[in-house]
């Protein structure tokens, strides 16, 4: 099976050799390294990506996981049974709702960040699916997709009596970096469109938004086809993690 990070790789993120020795001691003892791909890890890092966040800063080992409280409960069963993590914190969001998920981790971090988790506000980062999950099997690509959708894409919604709306998948990058966001966004059409779900063409909205800190950002989506056939092989083959929007997934299917 393919190695996704080394234990060399691991120990080139270290300045200090002697510091990433005794690290990869931790990482052995834990059975971290060598990493290879799998379905599990591959649903932690579309958390990650989603919205999910991999501090800046290599020292802290800070990453997070926000939203509802039984979707982290499956994230920390991940963890903890496959990688022996258990949380730093678990809390409510102080501006958002739900709860945020987090871990202090600095050596697993860095094994996050080779396995192709990018660092800080991924707002301003460029960063694409990683080369192991786009090349791996149905299953990996599958708990990817499972994943970051739940995080990131709208629910289905009923119109009226006969038609629906919603399954509209979008972020926001700094407007410079706009072309990485396409091609992010492609890269998971792409990924659908091995199991033949059809979507539609990305859309970037005319509009954007000025921060504080002077960043001016610009958002970008496009949308899973909602015709029945369309979203019964997205509801078949991929679907959601979240409990709810699988629910109301379904009842737009088989519901009559």
Sequence with gaps: MKIIVKEMD????YRNKSLGLKSL???????WLPLKPSPLLASIIGHLLGDGSLS??????DFRFYGKIQNLDKIKLILET?????????????NRGGYILRYNNAIFARILELAGVPRGN???SEFGVPGWIMKGDRDIKKSFLRAILSDEMENIRKVNRKSWDGLRFGMSKDNRKLDHLIDFLNQIRRL??????KTSE?????????????IVTCAARFGIKVRIENRSLFCSHIGFDDDEKQKILYSSIFDK
Aim: aromatic residues 14%; proline residues 4%; hydrophobic residues 35%.
């Design 122 to 124: 991924k707002l301003v």
């Design 25 to 31: 001691s931790i990482c052995r003892t834990n059975n």
């Design 56 to 61: 800046k800063d290599r020292m802290t080992g």
């Design 82 to 94: 496959e990688f022996s993590l258990i949380p730093y914190s678990l809390y409510l969001h102080p």
């Design 10 to 13: 691991f120990l080139h993120t």
């Design 192 to 197: 659908l469109s091995e199991f033949k779900i």
């Design 202 to 214: 990305i859309f970037i909205r005319k509009d954007k938004f000025s921060r504080k800190d002077g």
